[in-house]
C-alpha cells in the first residue's frame, strides 16, 4: 500500500463551488481552538477539550501536516478534513485490503446544514484518488450522528462492519475510487 507521506505535500488549494481546501496558515489558529472546544463538535468525538488547555496547546500554525485540509469559506476556516493512516489494530479495520487512510472532517456548528461538509469531503476523495490512485479509504462513525451516516453514504461509502467503541455502536465503512471507463476498441 502506498503511504499518503509518499505524495508530495501540499498540494495546490483545491477550489470547489465555495470552498478552498487548503494548507493550515497562523490565522487558523483562533478557528482551531473554537472547533475542538466546542460542545457541539464535542458531541461527534468523544467531548470538548478544554479551551484553556487548547489555548496552551495549540501551535501558533495549528494543523500543519500531511493529510490536514483547512477548509475556507470567504477567507475564513469553518472546518478541517482529515486524511489519516488508520491504526491496523483499531478496532473496525476488518479486511486487510480495506485501506489504511482514513477520512475525517469536522466543522463548526455555525457551518452546518449547508452542504460544505459534503463538498469538501467530496474534494478531498477526488484529489486522493488523484494522487494514489486506486486506494480505498474508510471512514467510522458513530451510527447515531445521522448526518454522518447521510453523507457517508452520498460520498460512496458501503458499510463493512458496525462495532462497539467509545460506549457507542460506530460504522465503518469503505470508499474505493471508480476506475476511470476504458473506452472500447472498434475492430
Sequence with gaps: MTELG??????????????VLRESEARDRTAFVELLASPEVGTCIG??????????????VPGRRPGLFVIDLDGAMIGMITLDRRDAERPGHVLPDA????????????AWGY???GEGCAAALD??????????????????NHRAMRLARK???????????????????V???TPAAVPSRER
Design 6 to 19: 509518499a505524495v508530495l505535500w501540499p498540494p495546490a488549494p483545491i477550489r470547489t463551488g465555495r470552498l
Design 47 to 60: 467531548g470538548p477539550r478544554p479551551r484553556d488547555e487548547l489555548e496552551r496547546a495549540v501551535p501558533e
Design 99 to 110: 485501506g489504511r487512510t482514513e477520512l475525517g472532517y469536522l466543522f463548526l456548528p455555525e
Design 115 to 117: 452542504g460544505y461538509a
Design 127 to 144: 484529489w486522493f484518488a488523484d494522487a494514489l490512485p486506486g486506494e480505498p479509504v474508510v471512514l467510522t462513525t458513530r451510527t447515531a
Design 155 to 173: 460520498l460512496g461509502f458501503t458499510e463493512v462492519e458496525r462495532f462497539e467503541e467509545y460506549g457507542a455502536e460506530q460504522w465503518f465503512g
Design 175 to 177: 470508499w474505493s475510487p
